[in-house]
């Protein structure tokens, strides 16, 4: 079993006209392993600034489209007991979530997104916006960034932190005391990138009970265009080292990043990513957490 915070799968289809049966990406129901979950990410893009809802409104929908077609053994979920049944029914589970909230201009905006089936939600990509600051911005938290968290936090949406920056994050744990994820991030101290979090942001998560999801782009893992399973390994291991057994899952990227690791071709080689945390030493136990219970527990919030 497996639970993957985050890809950018749904965009990628929706744009180059691909279906979620079988394509050419680095993920397709064909290659999912039995009892998989996929959270799905909308993201507006900088070129869709100018309408950021209607490309995100177009990016689920593509999703519900797919889910939707009798052949396609998947289903929406918005809640774990609606992800088990999924899975007792034979069927892989989807959940929806907005990276970058370009779309949300007010503090209404997060509720329209619930209503459509979004159950996570980054304040940012790399840019700033109006509600804070990416890693390419030095802004923090606004007054609509906070109240925007504060209506996330009522409606039971999870914050995700991954793409803003130290200040932004900072200021984000200080206004939330709901667990948060980060969904596709790595440890900066094994490598050192914008993207990636500092010792003290992933013990901060922890303590929240929250959960990061280690990203899969070898630029992340290791600085290079080339990588391989032992690279994410070594971000899981100092993550470990800080403590972090619970608050450690997966979260690819497939499809948002041109490269991955050379012994991961996409979410067909999943199990061999769980082989090589056993042969690496980590008991069946603590592989279950990374591949799935640790995110599983954040899902048991919604």
Request: charged share 25%; glycine share 8%; proline share 2%.
């Amino acid at each position: 079993m497996f639970i993957d915070g985050h890809c950018d799968t749904a965009s990628v289809m929706l744009d180059m006209k691909k279906v979620l049966k079988k394509n050419t990406l680095h993920l397709d129901l064909s290659r999912m392993p039995k009892g998989y979950t996929q959270v799905f990410a909308a993201f507006s893009a900088p070129e869709y600034y100018q309408a950021p809802m209607q490309r995100v409104e177009a990016i689920i929908a593509k999703i519900k489209a797919e889910a939707a077609k009798k052949t396609n053994k998947i289903e929406i979920c918005t809640d774990n007991e609606q992800r088990l049944k999924a899975i007792e029914n034979g069927n892989c589970a989807a959940f929806i979530s907005v990276e970058g909230a370009e779309a949300v201009k007010r503090v209404e905006d997060v509720g329209h997104l619930y209503e459509l089936g979004v159950r996570f939600m980054s304040l940012t990509w790399n840019n700033e916006n109006a509600l804070a600051g990416g890693v390419d911005s030095s802004a923090g938290l606004t007054v609509l960034g906070r109240n925007v968290i504060g209506e996330m936090g009522k409606k039971g949406m999870i914050l995700d932190v991954s793409h803003l920056n130290d200040r932004s994050f900072w200021e984000a744990m200080r206004v939330t005391l709901w667990p948060v994820i980060a969904s596709h991030s790595c440890s900066r101290s094994v490598y050192k990138h914008k993207r990636n979090l500092t010792d003290e942001q992933f013990r901060a998560i922890c303590a929240r009970g929250g959960v990061v999801g280690i990203n899969f782009y070898p630029k992340f893992l290791n600085g290079r265009n080339t990588a391989y399973i032992k690279n994410i390994i070594r971000h899981i291991d100092r993550f470990i080292k800080l403590g972090g057994e619970n608050n450690i899952g997966l979260g690819s990227d497939f499809d948002g990043v041109e490269t991955l690791p050379q012994d991961l071709k996409g979410v067909e080689d999943m199990p061999v990513l769980r082989n090589a945390f056993l042969e690496h030493g980590y008991s069946q136990k603590l592989t279950d957490k990374i591949c799935f219970g640790n995110f599983e527990r954040i899902l048991r919030l919604l």
